[in-house]
């Protein structure tokens, strides 16, 4: 299983631009690269999925190098709505599989 | 039900009682999962049912957490003698299982356990 790492926690200020980095060095030729987010209880959401490049959505946008050995979310002109909970998981696709979350990346968005 | 629906939403029980907390999966998605999420934790992966298979059992923290799925559909999961430890929100997620699988899980609002 691919192991993810990320920073525990994030401050950021609203209407900035957020990066989070995830690390995944022993990432699958078949793996797809997975973030989540979720707000006080509540379960997760998914945000976005990529294999390699650039992926975006009205949500988000997802930076992946070549070697895929990490990947980055990107939140564009983040708000206070935006704290929460982020997590990276790697994950195969075309098969039911074990999906681990990591403990995440906390953001916090201050005013 | 659109989502996933989870109860009961609260249960508070005394130490050493048994707990059965319910999942209905999204219609059609054949594989489930369930988590467990402490206070401020990550999620912790407890088992994952493909059909009513479960695959992967490696998650459960102990012989006293068992769960099973019937028709496909509803799980259950099952806590004998409940300790304080065992205090937390239980996660079930569905997904489009087995080859239509794209590593999106729906996640319903859990339930939230609390032994005294």
């Known amino acids: 299983l691919a192991k993810t790492t990320q920073p525990i926690s994030m401050d950021s200020y609203e209407g900035q631009e957020v990066n989070i980095t995830c690390s995944h060095n022993?990432?699958?030729?078949?793996?797809?690269i997975t973030w989540y987010q979720q707000f006080p209880s509540q379960g997760p959401r998914f945000i976005i999925q990529g294999y390699k490049t650039k992926v975006t959505n009205e949500v988000a946008s997802l930076f992946i190098p070549a070697d895929r050995k990490s990947s980055t979310l990107s939140l564009p002109r983040v708000s206070l709505s935006d704290t929460a909970v982020y997590y990276c998981?790697?994950?195969?696709?075309?098969?039911?599989?074990?999906?681990?979350f990591g403990s995440g990346t906390r953001l916090l968005v201050r005013p | 039900g659109a989502g996933v629906s989870q109860s009961p939403s609260n249960k508070v029980t005394e130490k050493g009682k048994d707990v059965e907390l319910r999942c209905d999966p999204i219609?059609?998605?054949?594989?489930l999962y369930w988590y467990r999420q402490r206070l401020g934790q990550g999620l912790e992966f407890l088992i994952y049912f493909q059909g009513n298979s479960a695959p992967d059992k490696s998650g459960l923290p102990s012989d006293r957490f068992s769960a099973e799925r019937t028709g496909e559909s509803v799980s259950t999961l099952t806590i004998q003698r409940t300790q304080q430890e065992d205090s937390a929100v239980y996660l079930c997620?569905?997904?489009?299982?087995?080859?239509?699988?794209?590593?999106?899980?729906?996640f319903g609002e859990g339930s939230r356990l609390t032994v005294l």
């Open positions: 219609s059609g998605h054949t594989a």
């Open positions: 997620a569905s997904s489009l299982g087995g080859r239509a699988h794209t590593g999106e899980l729906f």
């Open positions: 022993n990432i699958a030729t078949n793996d797809y």
């Open positions: 998981l790697v994950n195969p696709v075309d098969s039911s599989y074990k999906l681990i």
